[in-house]
């Protein structure tokens, strides 16, 4: 992984937490490879897995959401990573969640972050729509 993905990762993970989320592991990897770039719980409890996205400068735009291309992967993910966690008590009778965080890096100590909450649910309608 390199300098600027952990630091963004790293970031993101300041972010949640600055947001109530108890960061539990961060660049986490499995045996085969598949990762999951920050595991968290919210102030709910919920299990949060969040997949960071950056982008230097802002020529570009913000970087593309993971969530459309990648859901059975990211479902796998959290499949191996809950498995392998499976003898913490804690993580029974659980909710799980899926995040996005997309960054844009604009300065040396500086980024536009956007966070989609809950990313691979389909947005839900308020009544009377």
Same mark, same amino acid.
Request: proline residues 3%; hydrophobic residues 40%.
């Given at each position: @992984?390199?300098?600027?993905n952990?630091r963004?990762?790293?970031a #993101? ?8 989320h108890?960061?539990v592991?961060?660049?986490w990897?499995a045996?085969? %490879?598949?990762?999951?770039?920050i595991?968290s719980?919210?102030?709910e409890?919920?299990v949060v897995f969040t997949?960071v996205? #950056?982008?230097r400068g802002?020529?570009? %735009? @913000?970087p593309?959401e !993971?969530? %459309?291309a ?5 479902e ?6 809950l498995?392998e966690?499976?003898d913490?008590?804690e993580l029974?009778?659980?909710?799980v969640?899926?995040?996005?965080i997309?960054? @844009?890096?604009?300065?040396? !100590?500086?980024?536009l972050?956007?966070?989609?909450v809950n990313?691979?649910s389909? @947005?839900?309608a308020?009544? %009377?729509?």
């Amino acid at each position: @992984m390199s300098e600027f993905n952990e630091r963004a990762i790293e970031a #993101a993970a300041k972010f949640l937490t600055h947001q109530g989320h108890e960061i539990v592991e961060t660049g986490w990897r499995a045996a085969d %490879g598949i990762g999951i770039d920050i595991v968290s719980r919210d102030d709910e409890g919920t299990v949060v897995f969040t997949d960071v996205s #950056a982008r230097r400068g802002f020529d570009k %735009g @913000m970087p593309g959401e !993971n969530a %459309g291309a990648s859901r059975e992967r990211r479902e796998i993910a959290a499949a191996a990573w809950l498995s392998e966690h499976g003898d913490d008590p804690e993580l029974l009778d659980i909710t799980v969640r899926f995040d996005d965080i997309a960054m @844009m890096v604009v300065g040396e !100590n500086r980024a536009l972050l956007r966070h989609h909450v809950n990313c691979l649910s389909p @947005m839900q309608a308020e009544p %009377g729509d």
